[in-house]
């Protein structure tokens, strides 16, 4: 059913994402008024492969992953959503299947943006259209970037890549960046296209090395300046 009073929290949400930063009150409202909210729990699935979408995604709370399975029955996982972003709108505007699955990684809210809202602000504003175009182009990028990383980059280059960029924005503790993984060690494998056992081979090949501390889901990177020597 239609939202025709968007909340607070809705709108603000909605502020945050640089594609709607600048829009006016109005048309925030007007796409806050088509907002659907949604509540998963581990291990639901927001849609499946082959469905055909009716708008884009934001995550309030919670993990959401993108994966597909192959032939043989594996699953490799494409990207893992955070809170704050946004997902899906490529195939929205193709109109075409989601070429993968959405699943909860734990209980998880989100919103829906109607299709049809997104249209109209098209028509209406050109601005938008050009930060829409902005945002699938810095999305494409991504998506380069991590298939040159996936096929140029050793398994535990790609590892110690994943850990360097973490460690920008990680707190300090000692004076070295502490990471806290925010999923499984199984997930994360399958994001950076290893095995689970070739995962747990790096990290502890680069704790013997005496590069990193890993206690559970939580990594201390003791040598910063080697793991960026490691990773070229």
Do not use: W
């Not at 884009?56 to 192959?70: E, M």
Request: net charge neutral.
């Amino acid at each position: 059913m239609m939202n025709m009073n968007p909340g607070s929290e809705t709108l603000a949400l909605l502020r945050t994402i640089p594609l709607f930063s600048e829009l006016s009150d109005t048309d925030l409202q007007a796409v806050g008024a088509m907002a659907l909210p949604h509540q998963l729990a581990q291990g639901e699935v927001l849609f499946h492969s082959g469905e055909m979408p009716t708008g884009f995604h934001v995550l309030v709370s919670g993990q959401i992953k993108l994966a597909f399975s192959s032939a043989k029955g594996n699953e490799k996982i494409v990207d893992v959503i955070g809170p704050g972003m946004s997902f899906g709108e490529a195939v929205m505007f193709m109109n075409r299947p989601y070429p993968v699955f959405a699943e909860a990684l734990c209980d998880t809210r989100l919103i829906t943006i109607n299709q049809r809202a997104i249209f109209a602000l098209l028509e209406k504003d050109v601005d938008f259209a050009r930060k829409l175009l902005a945002g699938l182009s810095i999305r494409l990028h991504t998506l380069v970037r991590d298939v040159e990383t996936y096929t140029l980059r050793s398994s535990a280059q790609r590892v110690v890549s994943h850990l360097l960029e973490l460690a920008l924005t990680a707190p300090l503790e000692h004076g070295k960046p502490l990471i806290v993984l925010s999923m499984s060690k199984q997930v994360l494998a399958s994001r950076l296209n290893i095995t689970p056992e070739t995962l747990s081979r790096v990290f502890h090949e680069l704790a013997e090395g005496g590069l990193i501390a890993v206690t559970g889901r939580r990594i201390q990177l003791l040598d910063p300046s080697a793991l960026a020597r490691f990773e070229g």
